[in-house]
Structure formats: C-alpha cells, structure tokens
C-alpha cells in the first residue's frame, strides 16, 4: 500500500466532531446505544440542529493558524446522521434539521481555500437503519455489540436486508461522498461490528480507488487501510509504518457543555512533539458546538499549538522520526538530509543538556525560535573502543514558554552508537 507523501509530511490534522448530539450535549450516537437516553429522546435533537453560526471559512483560518495540514470532518457518526444531502436515507441536516442544507460541501471548499487537505470521517454501522441489525459475526469479539441496534437476535438473521445495506447505505453513501466532495481522505470508523468478509473490505477499497485513485484510507478497514490510528495516548513503542494519533481537547470528541477539563498548550505541545518524535501525525479533536461554533477554549488551544509549531518550524517539516529512547530524555527530530538533529526539552534545561551515543561530531548548537547559539563540549567516552562521549550541552538564557528545541548541525549524516559502552 503506497501512502501520499502529504499525509506523512503533515503532522497535524484536526478532527471535527460535529452533529446533532451537540444540541443536548451527549455523548455522539453512544449515548442511545449504551442506554443513557432512548433513541427518540437522542433523535429529537434533530428538531434543534440550526448550523446558525456556521462559518468554514472560520474554522479553515483557523486550522491554518495552528498549522494543520489537513482537517477531517464527521459527515456521518453511528447515528446514521448524515450532514450532506444524502440521497440513500431521509435522516440527514439537509432534509430532518432547521439547517436544512448540506454541511460537508462548504467544509471541503473552506479547507481547500486555505491549502488544507480534506478528510471526511464516514462510520460503518449504521445504528439508526432498519437494514442495519440484519446478520451476526461468526463471534462477537466486543460482547458488548450484542445490542438491538447493531445485531438481530440469534436465529433472526436476514443476510438479504445486510446485502441491501451494503449496497444502498454503505456503498452508496461512500460514493456520493466520493463523487461530491473529492475527499482527499476518507476516515472510516465502526468495523467492530462485522467480519473483513461481511464488510467486502477488500471490495471496497479496491471500488475507492478505482474511482479516487490518490484517496488515503484510515486503518478502520480490518487491515485495508494505509495507517494506524491509535487514540488517547502516545504509543510507548514506534508504530510500524504510518501512524496518526487521535486526541482531544478536552475530555470529550463531541459537544459537551459540562466538559471543562481542557488541556493546556503546554500539553499539547508535548503531546505533538513526542507523536511526531515517534514518526506519527497528531489528530487533534474539537468539537463545534450545535450553532458551528468552535468553543473558545478550543480555538485558544489550536492556536497556542501553531504559535509553537512556527516558532520551531525546521523542526517540525521537513523533519523524520527522532532518536530511539536513551539517547536524549525527550522527544527528537532529524531532518531529511540526516544532518541535524533536533533535540526537545519539556523543562527549561537549568545547567546542561545531554545527548549520548552520538558519533558525529558537533559543529555548532543553537535554539530555535530565538537563534541563540549554544556552547557544548563531549564528556568521558572510550575511543579507542569506539564508544563516544555523552555531548553535554550549555542551558540556553531564552526557553520557549512550553518545550525549547535545540539544533544540532553535524559533521555528517548521523551515527547512532547503541552499545553498552563496555571496554
């Protein structure tokens, strides 16, 4: 599976989870299929959904500022909602709100005009379609599926009503979305429910890139698609191959007006530089509220992250994944000619820096953001073993309010010595 080069060089996208769940503020789809509300209560928000102060253009400026590449946006969650003007059901924004219109063509043409990437995010299930609940897996690997909106009871299977949902909910939806808006990714979510074979996964991707050949798919597709993504928490082990990170904000991916745990910027910078220190992107989660507002708190977090991304911006682009841990203690970055290597330092380092196992030489150091040079000197090593130094590097006067990145240019491409450093 070859993966577009944009996706790999963006390193920050931003997930929007907007719908009508935003109206009461609970919990997307979840809140009908775990039993918090009944369906009905959940599906009058329909009646409240206005997208009165939605405004893209606002939201693509900005994503800009807080340096995303790409923006993808949940056109239709578990609870079968879609926000275009989906012609396979009647339950969608255009036709079922007071918004009454398509939501997902002004996002696409918003980000566009901003340079960013469109991704739209797409669930599986469908936990609102008749057609749905119609066949069983071979065996329920999340017990907890075994729920009226998702499964028929045992013996109740009708593998025709699951073949019409493939090929006038699942399929068709994906199409219109394919056909409509051109997405540059599409952002699959919900295959716990069903098999690889009940899915046609394989069909499927096969379909989506005869008809959008450069579409980059998630790796929601029961191993057809290009990347993983994990969620809530950097992986203690780089991924193999390409990743992204699922973050929120807050506490919550949706609207919730009672969820006032938001992270800091200082949080969030440490998040996005040891995701991208470990070679990922970071998928980070706002949730509009029902007018398509993005909550204060949020925007001020977005663009507190794009502050620090461009104030250390040779570090971020143009950048691969950093030193194995031991080396440094904290994430790092080299860049593409293997020349310079960027060390982050989450606490204002007080007297030194240090960098161990480092074979090249050093020709100078300095901070980014400020251009401060920096003095070093090497400390100990055995060379006629071959085992260097530790680097020791003098604290800057200036750190950066958040995580201060410090340059090293080297003699040469870099060498890593990963040794015990026994004589």
Known sequence: MTMQPWFTEAKLGILVHWGIYAVDGVAESWSFFGGDLTRDAYMRQLDGFTASGYRPDDWALLFRRAEAKY??????????????????????TAASTPAGRDLVGPFADAMRRQGLHVGLYF???????PDY?????????????????????????????????????????IHELLHAYRPDL???????????????????????LRLRPDTVLNGRML????????????????????????????????????????????ELVRVFAETIGHGGNLLLNTGPMEDGTIPPEHADR????????????????????????GHHYGPSLISEDRRTLFLVCF?????????????????????LGTGEELGHRVVGGFPSRGVPGVVRINAPVLCDPYATVIALELDGEIELYRGSGEG
């Open 302 to 325: 977005l663009a507190g992250l794009g502050g620090w991304i461009r104030r250390n911006r040779d570090a971020v682009h143009g950048t691969m994944a950093g030193l194995p841990y």
């Open 71 to 92: 923006a993808v946006l949940t056109a239709k969650h578990h609870d079968g909602v879609a926000l275009w003007d989906t012609r396979r059901t009647d339950l969608s």
């Open 133 to 173: 609940p119609s066949i069983r897996p071979s065996s329920l690997h999340r017990p907890w599926v075994d729920n009226r909106y998702a499964m028929p009871a045992p013996g109740d299977e009708d593998p025709a009503r699951w073949e019409r949902y493939l090929e006038q909910v699942h399929r068709g939806q």
């Open 347 to 367: 606490d204002a380092p007080r007297f030194f820096t240090e960098l161990r196992g480092l074979r090249n030489a050093v020709l100078s150091v300095s901070v």
């Open 223 to 266: 191993g057809y698609g290009d990347y993983a993504t994990p969620e809530l928490g950097v992986p203690i082990v780089r991924p193999e191959g390409p990743w992204e990170l699922c973050y929120t904000i807050g506490d919550a991916w949706g609207y919730q007006p009672g969820d006032a745990h938001h992270k800091s910027v200082r």
């Open 123 to 129: 669930s599986h299930c469908d936990w609102s379609h």
């Open 186 to 208: 599409l952002w699959f979510d919900g295959a716990w429910e069903r098999d690889e074979r009940q899915w046609r996964m394989k069909e499927l991707r096969e379909e989506i």
